[in-house]
């Protein structure tokens, strides 16, 4: 959610006249990928928690979820989850969390549709491709919801007595 707020005073010799104009901006997509930003992260905190990093980063592969995750995705993921987390804080950084959700799909459909010699070598299964394709489309899905403006504006004017000291 951002906001924004906008001050404006005029005096003239008999009124003072000052107007704030106020916008509210807030877009649902930023829970969206918040969320999804969230679940790569602790997934991925899991999987290298569990795997270790101190040796081969492809094995030994651990479940999480029914899935196969190495410690390499799991840096992916905690990656990933980062940079949609920094991405969901503001509505300004939502086409940075279209792009993370794009390359995840991508990763994902690569991952999904590979061999089983580049599964050994990643330390992980289809099924896990399929799981960060998805989350992928989430947060792309995230990024294209558009985002609600409130705006007011408030104008208030006061009269001078006598004149004021200068």
């Given amino acids: 959610m951002s906001s924004y707020e906008h001050r404006d ?3 003239t010799p008999q009124t003072r006249t000052s107007a704030v104009a106020r916008s ?8 969206l990928t918040g969320a999804v930003g969230v679940v ?13 990093i ?3 980063l492809n094995t030994p592969p651990t479940d999480i979820f029914g899935l196969a995750h190495s410690a390499l ?12 987390l920094v991405s969901s804080a503001s509505i300004a950084a939502r086409p940075f969390a279209g792009f993370i959700g794009v390359v995840l799909v991508i990763g994902g459909i690569v991952v999904a ?10 330390g992980t299964e289809q099924a896990t491709g399929w ?20 705006s007011d504006r408030e104008v208030t004017s006061e009269r001078y007595v006598d004149h004021p000291v200068a």
């Fill in 9 to 11: 005073v005029v005096d």
């Fill in 24 to 31: 509210r901006r807030f877009s649902p997509g930023q829970l």
């Fill in 40 to 52: 790569l992260l602790l997934v991925g905190i899991v999987a290298v928690t569990r795997t270790g």
């Fill in 54 to 56: 101190d040796g081969s």
């Fill in 73 to 84: 995705i799991g840096l992916v993921e905690i990656v990933a989850g980062l940079l949609l």
């Fill in 113 to 122: 549709a590979s061999t089983g010699k580049l599964l050994l070598d990643l």
């Fill in 131 to 150: 799981f960060l394709a998805v989350m992928g489309g989430i947060a792309l899905l995230g990024a294209m919801v558009p985002t609600f403006i409130r």
